[in-house]
């Protein structure tokens, strides 16, 4: 069986200095990549910061005899996210890998939340992964090739109480996924989405101690590391890891009802065929909005 590596490969993993960052990080590495260790090294709210966990996590790559080097900038700034990439540029000349992982949680609900907390998620989960894969990206694109992963969660993806913060930050990456892939089709720049379940400091607090030791962050890092190998040419795709369970998540459509072009339906015609329009039993999903708006068109205007 050929081992996937990355040989000759730089890697940028933000949030790397803690849980699952730092054993993507250490994968990585070990499997022969260059890695930028990003991390701003505050809290699991976001707030302070400190070197040493990002430290930590390249000293620990480069006693196992890997390459690495430390970043300690905010995913959430701009500037950040360009310095993050620049890092990987003046240190090992190119970027070829971006795992965006670097997050933060502030629960609370809704009708309790100051919207400076809602706005601090946006900035770190959804704009931390668009400036640094807008950073990487002109580098990816004139070398035809990168890897891109997302960071999302099954709180996005399903919901869950007290994340209304968190749960809009985690599925807009699925959004801003979805449009990324189609403009790296003809890069060669693949951009994927991981929802994990893991042990870290950011669930400690909310796993029974019976679950918590089957959640090693590395059972996540096994499908993260797959969506990064060079041989993979999938792209777009959304899988729920954790605990030694792997699974594809899609968004699908059922195959609607077609009440014809001529009237307008009024809402009880709606009503008595909702049942149908809900029928998700031969539901698809579809490659890409053309996709959906070819077969759509197809039915409400055949040739
Ligand atoms: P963690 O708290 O152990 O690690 C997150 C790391 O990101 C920390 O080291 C933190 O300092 C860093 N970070 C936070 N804000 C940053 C910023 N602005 N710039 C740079 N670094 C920053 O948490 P964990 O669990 O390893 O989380 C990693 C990612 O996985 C996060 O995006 C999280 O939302 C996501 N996730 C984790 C799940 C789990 O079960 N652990 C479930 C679903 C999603």
Not at 16 to 29: C, M, Q, V, Y
Not at 45 to 74: F, L
Not at 194 to 201: C, D, K, N
Request: charged share 20%.
């Amino acid at each position: 069986m050929k081992e996937i590596r990355f040989d000759g490969r730089v890697a940028v993993v933000t949030g790397a200095g803690n849980g699952l960052g730092r054993s993507h990080a250490l994968f990585l590495a070990s499997r022969g990549a260059k890695v930028v260790v990003n991390d701003l090294g505050g809290t699991v709210a976001g707030t302070g910061g400190s070197r040493s966990v990002a430290d930590a996590v390249v000293n620990e790559i480069k006693v196992a005899g890997g390459q690495a080097v430390a970043n300690y900038d905010s995913v959430a700034t701009e500037e950040g996210g360009r310095n993050i990439i620049k890092t990987a540029l003046d240190a090992f000349g190119t970027v070829d890998i971006l795992i965006n992982n670097a997050g933060t949680v502030r629960d609370k609900t809704l009708a309790k939340m100051d919207l400076a907390d809602f706005r601090a998620l946006i900035d770190v989960h959804l704009m931390g992964a668009v400036y640094c894969s807008h950073a990487a990206w002109p580098t990816m694109r004139d070398k035809n090739f990168g890897r891109i992963v997302m960071t999302s969660s099954a709180a996005g993806l399903y919901g869950n109480h007290g994340h209304t913060n968190y749960g809009a930050a985690k599925m807009s990456l699925i959004g801003f996924m979805n449009a990324l892939k189609e403009e790296g089709r003809k890069h060669n720049i693949t951009v994927h989405a991981i929802a994990p379940m893991a042990l870290t400091r950011m669930t400690e607090a909310i796993t029974s101690p019976k679950i918590a030791q089957l959640l090693k962050p590395e059972f996540v890092t096994a499908a993260v590391a797959w969506f990064c190998a060079p041989e993979n040419e999938e792209t777009g795709h959304i899988i729920e890891a954790g605990a030694g369970y792997y699974a594809k998540v899609e968004v699908r459509e059922s195959q609607g009802v077609l009440f014809g072009t001529d009237t307008v339906p009024t809402p009880e015609q709606i009503r008595d065929r909702y049942g149908e329009i809900c029928d998700m039993s031969q539901a698809a999903p579809y490659a890409n909005t053309s996709e959906l708006m070819r077969r759509v068109f197809r039915l409400v205007a055949p040739k």
